[in-house]
């Protein structure tokens, strides 16, 4: 990974041109740095998580000035998936920051598809280009969290502590209703972060099986793995009770076979899903929710960085030394 000079970007019809505010660092930029990726192209410029202003349009409703975030894949609408709703596993994506040029830069082209497919908007006047950024990371997390249906009387486990871990958190608690939230997690920082953010227990990852026998007297109704490690797998597994529905949020460099048989899964009723990426109407309930109390965004940012110091940026967020780290081009 190098910082460059590269020439600007330059627009054609319906498209936008945005000078990059803030960008988010996620893991899925992090596992493509250190270990490549099945669908991204090298040479590529990564981030995906990000809001910035308009300085170049050639759309009629969207204005230079503006200050915008914008979803960054971009599903065609007429495949298979796209026609029942599932835009989030179109066949052909553009994503930006995968296929498409992404954040990390001071200059982003927005392609014509994100403008037609309604992809692009306009940040709520009370929400920073810090925080707006990360409205990528909450419509992920409620569409994830949809795909287990939360109730008020449910008990649900978070197996994770980072960043989207803490936004599922707050959706669970503040968003869905649900009843009891337990998180486990491996960073006393970040489970003293969750306690402040509403969690009724946090539990440390190797004080686990102390408290393995009280959770599954209450019984887990929905637990939700947001680290994609086996070990934190094995964990998630070993929680689901009769009727559990289990939410595999997270993926990992290293792919694994779930530790289930066939008759588990059979004779307890267990519900597994996955969950990749976010739907668009998902997405315009996550611009509402960034300018709300429902997910307090601004404790979540423990570090910035400036794009020249971005490996370092990167290891910040590898080693875990903060919560949401965020480069500012």
């Not at 709703?85 to 598809?113: D, F, K, T």
């Amino acid at each position: 990974m190098i910082v460059e000079e590269v020439d600007s970007p330059s627009i054609s019809m319906n498209e936008v041109l945005v000078r990059v505010r803030s960008v988010g660092v996620c893991p899925t930029d992090l596992k493509i740095y250190a270990h490549g990726s099945r669908i991204v192209k090298p040479p590529v410029i990564l981030g995906h998580e990000f809001s910035g202003e308009v300085v170049e349009s050639n759309v009629r409703t969207i204005s230079r000035g503006d200050r915008i975030n914008v979803a960054p894949d971009g599903p065609c609408m007429n495949c298979r998936e796209c026609l029942r709703g599932m835009e989030n596993l179109c066949r052909s994506l553009l994503s930006i920051g995968i296929n498409v040029n992404g954040a990390y830069a001071e200059l982003l082209r927005v392609p014509s598809r994100f403008i037609s497919d309604g992809l692009v908007f306009k940040l709520p006047d009370d929400v920073g280009f810090e925080l707006g950024a990360l409205i990528e990371p909450i419509a992920a997390s409620i569409h994830s969290l949809n795909l287990v249906n939360p109730q008020s009387r449910d008990n649900a486990v978070i197996v994770g502590d980072g960043p989207n871990a803490l936004i599922h958190l707050q959706l669970l608690k503040n968003f869905f209703g649900v009843r009891q939230v337990t998180l486990i997690g491996l960073l006393d920082h970040r489970l003293n972060k969750a306690k402040s953010l509403g969690a009724d227990e946090v539990v440390h990852a190797e004080n686990l099986a102390s408290h393995l026998e009280k959770l599954k007297q209450t019984g887990v109704d929905i637990v939700d793995l947001a680290v994609g490690n086996p070990d934190a797998l094995r964990e998630a597994v070993g929680l689901m009770a009769a009727g559990s529905r289990i939410v595999i949020f997270a993926g990992g460099v290293e792919d694994v076979n779930l530790p289930i048989t066939m008759n588990q899964v059979h004779y307890n009723q267990f519900s597994i899903t996955g969950s990749s990426g976010t739907t668009i109407a998902e997405y315009k309930k996550a611009v509402q929710l960034a300018g709300s109390p429902t997910v307090n965004l601004a404790d979540l940012i423990s570090h910035t960085f400036p794009l020249n110091e971005i490996k370092t940026a990167f290891e910040y967020a590898e080693k875990s030394k903060g919560l949401k780290v965020i480069v500012n081009p």
